[in-house]
């Protein structure tokens, strides 16, 4: 499969902060997502017309090109890998060989991502992220819910991520009893992706995102587990 990647040097998305971001074309989104055409806070504004038009093959380059770029990136830089997209992958099982060139890649480089691909039922994909994690490029797994975050918190290979209902702005914790703390760019202006840094670092925490975007009812209802 062939994967098409933008990639933006310096972001303009004020809650990412200026650094680099990139965006992936749409087929690499599992199809277990909950949020998949359903809530995804990517489809909707400015983003899903630039994230369509990487998935149409009108921007970006492809896989080995991005591999390049990612290379040259300096040492120490810390980068948002997917503002809309997913990890490489057919949308139901990841690529080895070319999530192993990423992490690769990012060696001496400080690079964060988040994947919906199913790793509880799914060795293959959960080897994938762990690798990944062990070699440096933090993959965080993303829940659809506290109980959600707990299963995948259970597997011990990678740092959680959840949706949170729309309302919850305030830390709180998971069924099991685990810290969630919300997400600070979400609840503050003067806080981004760039100077928050927790999604870039292996934690114990969870990290909250309240449900936001054109979809926020249908995310909200996922959030909730309804």
Request: net charge positive; proline share 5%.
């Amino acid at each position: 499969m062939t994967y098409t990647v933008h990639t933006t040097l310096k972001s303009n998305n004020r809650k990412v902060g200026k650094i680099p971001v990139t965006t992936t074309s749409a087929k690499t989104c599992p199809d277990e997502c909950e949020f998949k055409k359903n809530g995804c806070y990517a489809d909707g504004g400015p983003l899903a017309m630039h994230w369509k038009k990487v998935t149409d093959g009108e921007r970006g380059d492809p896989w080995s090109v991005f591999i390049d770029r990612v290379t040259l990136f300096p040492q120490g830089q810390l980068w948002r890998h997917n503002q809309a997209g997913d990890l490489a992958g057919d949308g139901n099982r990841l690529d080895a060989d070319a999530n192993d060139q990423l992490a690769d890649a990012n060696r001496g480089k400080r690079g964060f991502t988040y994947t919906h691909y199913p790793v509880l039922t799914d060795k293959h994909n959960a080897a994938v992220v762990k690798r990944m994690n062990d070699k440096g490029f933090v993959v965080n797994l993303s829940g659809n819910n506290l109980k959600h975050a707990d299963a995948l918190y259970d597997l011990g290979i990678a740092p959680v991520t959840t949706v949170l209902p729309e309302t919850q702005t305030t830390n709180t914790t998971t069924p099991k009893g685990r810290k969630v703390v919300v997400c600070p760019a979400t609840i503050r202006d003067d806080v981004s992706c760039a100077s928050c840094q927790l999604c870039a670092k292996m934690r114990d925490a969870i990290i909250g995102f309240p449900a936001h975007g054109n979809g926020v009812r249908k995310a909200d209802k996922v959030a909730q587990g309804v």
